[in-house]
């Protein structure tokens, strides 16, 4: 097996995340505008508290581990409308003024296999009210999470294409990289952002198994080159001065962690997590 590795200062090329066969020729050069939509619940903006918003409990789910802030994390269901069509920063924003945060690889491969056990009738899914989320919409997030059967941001495409809250910058830790995660937004409008040494993880763009380190990267190889829904998903490994993002069509499901900060689509959105979340009335 050949393992090609960048040079350092070779700059990735951006592919989207569920484009499996490598095509990128209708995303280099989008010409599509988004449909965007009111957000369903508007919420303050709490520029220096991740853990303060206003959601609504049915549209959270429970994901059982901790999130940034050391307290239970919930995820939306779905990707936050309006927030297609803006790059890796900007999507950062547009969810940290609401007082959620974008989701990690860790929170979001925890929630995809959560997901995936629910739709298998291995575990439930609760709501952020703790209420059971019902079997029929376990199947539309597992399908959207999996396929191309929901179209939610009202882009060219359906299925889940999104930001997740990790970029690989040079430091000391495997391929020699650090994973940035953002934690806040300043007053002044930046970002907050903390560093760890990237954990050991495969290093080549193939099929994995639904294991994954401490950081939400995989582990083992799949033991078929053949995409298998809710058994394997497609990895596309660390490069640096890239972003982690995850998609999914027909075509399968990827986590890519070598598209461009700079890239933008109608259908490349983010979903949003909440701490200590005020739920709104049903």
């Not at 050391?70 to 950062?92: C, F, M, R, W």
């Not at 009210?129 to 376990?138: A, F, I, L, R």
Request: net charge neutral.
């Amino acid at each position: 097996m050949t393992i090609k590795i960048p040079k350092k200062g070779e700059k990735a090329e951006w592919i989207r995340p569920f484009d499996v066969d490598g095509d990128t020729s209708k995303y280099n050069t989008p010409d599509i505008k988004p449909v965007i939509n009111p957000v369903i619940n508007p919420v303050q903006p709490q520029a220096s508290n991740l853990t303060i918003a206003n959601i609504n409990p049915r549209e959270y789910i429970q994901v059982g581990i901790d999130g940034l802030n050391g307290t239970p994390i919930v995820i939306s269901a779905y990707e936050l409308q309006g927030s297609n069509d803006k790059n890796y920063e900007d999507a950062h924003k547009f969810v940290l003024k609401q007082g959620l945060y974008v989701p990690t690889p860790k929170i979001f491969m925890t929630h995809f296999k959560n997901v995936v056990a629910a739709q298998k009738r291995n575990r439930t899914l609760n709501y952020a009210d703790g209420s059971q989320v019902p079997s029929s919409e376990v199947e539309e997030m597992y399908k959207h999470l999996t396929t191309n059967h929901k179209n939610v941001l009202g882009g060219s495409d359906a299925g889940v294409w999104t930001w997740l809250n990790g970029k690989f910058v040079h430091g000391t830790g495997c391929l020699s990289l650090d994973l940035e995660t953002i934690t806040g937004l300043n007053p002044d409008n930046t970002l907050r952002r903390d560093f760890e040494p990237l954990e050991l993880c495969l290093i080549n763009d193939i099929f994995v198994d639904l294991v994954f380190n401490r950081q939400g990267f995989p582990k083992s190889v799949y033991r078929s080159e053949i995409y298998l829904g809710g058994k394997n998903i497609k990895f596309k490994y660390p490069r640096q001065d890239c972003i982690a993002a995850f998609g999914a069509n027909s075509a399968g499901a990827t986590l890519c962690c070598n598209g461009s900060p700079a890239g933008t689509d109608s259908n490349l959105g983010v979903f949003g997590c909440a701490e200590g979340a005020t739920s709104q009335k049903i």
